[in-house]
């Protein structure tokens, strides 16, 4: 990495002197720690550090502060993000946009590092495609929804967060013998259901990746009942095509209809909390980049970090391609559950 005051970008664009951060889209356990390594990365530089308050919204607001060290001191345990966050309608029209620009100006901002996910890079997409200013992307979502990077910030945090709830539930469903259907976020991915179901040790797990048999999983309900296994935990993913945790609930209920049946949705607590260790160094290593990569004349690029290593991806590469599922490891989900 480099150190540098400030960097030259091709094609006669002009020096960075000051950089812009924001989040944006939904908020995932880590942000902050982001947030504090652009800062303090920028001003070790030798840049100016503006904090952009409330993602996109705040741009076209003019909600921009200048970010000291100390503005960032303490923040790196805490859930959260300390710039808001907020999606904005207004942002995706061309009005909003030059708006927004106007805003980049009048602070003279230079560059942008963005914190978000899939949604926060699309609208950078679409407004670099119409105003020249480098921008390096972070990705912030606990849905670790995004090719480029092996993990991504608040992933570890949500599953952790889902696990702990799931092995409370599995205390109460042993002790009364009870069918638990479990609801975890994940609208289009089913990674926090896949890892959480996993390390839990859940009979089923329903993930939008992967079309769900409702009579395979009554199937399989039914041949632990014949094996007298009275404990039988499902975790689904909010965004899986059975219809949602009611109607699979709903269906079991007909299918046995003597079966003590619970659901539950942990929803937004998946999203708050500490950070843990893996997401605040995650975190550190990707806000470092991010700056790194502006000095040394990267522009509309993600940076993630694949088998170690950190690396830049073009956001349109990034918004166009979804990770992949591991096969085996749905495999292993049938074998395990015997």
């Known amino acids: 990495m480099l150190r540098v005051t400030t960097s030259k970008m091709g094609n006669g664009?002009?020096?960075?002197?000051?950089?812009?951060?924001?989040?944006?889209?939904?908020?995932?356990?880590?942000m902050n720690?982001?947030?504090r390594a652009v800062v303090r990365t920028g001003i070790y530089l030798g840049y100016h550090v503006f904090g952009i308050h409330r993602g996109y919204q705040g741009m076209i607001e003019g909600e921009i502060t200048e970010l000291k060290t100390t503005d960032v001191s303490n923040i790196i345990s805490r859930g959260g993000t300390i710039l808001k966050t907020a999606r904005s309608k207004d942002f995706m029209t061309s009005e909003g946009m030059a708006t927004a620009y106007a805003q980049l100006l009048k602070h003279n901002i230079d560059a942008l590092v963005i914190v978000g996910g899939d949604g926060s890079f699309r609208g950078a997409v679409d407004f670099f495609e119409k105003y020249s200013i480098p921008a390096v992307g972070i990705p912030g979502t606990i849905d670790k929804d995004l090719v480029g990077?092996?993990?991504?910030i608040g992933f570890d945090t949500a599953v952790n967060t889902a696990m702990e709830a799931i092995d409370k539930i599995k205390d109460t469903a042993e002790a009364h013998d009870r069918l638990f259907l479990v609801e975890v976020m994940g609208r289009?991915?089913?990674?926090?259901?896949?890892?959480?179901?996993?390390?839990?040790?859940a009979e089923d797990i329903l993930i939008p990746e992967?079309?769900?048999?409702?009579d395979?999983?009554?199937?399989?309900?039914?041949?632990?009942?014949?094996?007298?296994?009275?404990?039988?935990?499902?975790?689904?993913?909010?965004g899986d095509d059975s219809g949602g945790i009611e109607f699979v609930a709903k269906a079991v209920a007909e299918r046995f209809p003597g079966k003590d049946i619970r659901s539950c949705v942990l929803g937004h607590?998946?999203?708050g909390g500490s950070p843990s260790a893996a997401d605040r160094v995650l975190a550190s290593r990707l806000g470092?980049?991010?700056?790194?990569?502006?000095?040394?004349?990267?522009?509309?690029?993600m940076a993630g970090i694949v088998n170690g290593e950190i690396v830049y991806t073009p956001f349109k590469n990034v918004i166009k391609s979804r990770l992949p599922i591991q096969k085996d490891m749905l495999n292993m989900i049938k074998v395990l559950s015997i």
Do not use: W
């Open 149 to 152: 990077t092996d993990f991504t």
């Open 188 to 201: 289009d991915a089913g990674y926090i259901a896949l890892n959480s179901g996993i390390s839990c040790g």
């Open 216 to 238: 395979d999983v009554l199937e399989r309900i039914a041949s632990d009942e014949r094996r007298k296994k009275a404990m039988h935990i499902i975790v689904v993913a909010e």
């Open 13 to 30: 664009m002009k020096q960075i002197r000051n950089i812009g951060v924001l989040t944006s889209g939904g908020d995932s356990p880590g």
């Open 269 to 271: 607590i998946q999203r």
């Open 210 to 214: 992967e079309e769900t048999r409702l």
């Open 33 to 35: 720690a982001a947030i």
């Open 288 to 301: 470092y980049a991010a700056v790194c990569g502006l000095a040394e004349g990267k522009n509309q690029v």
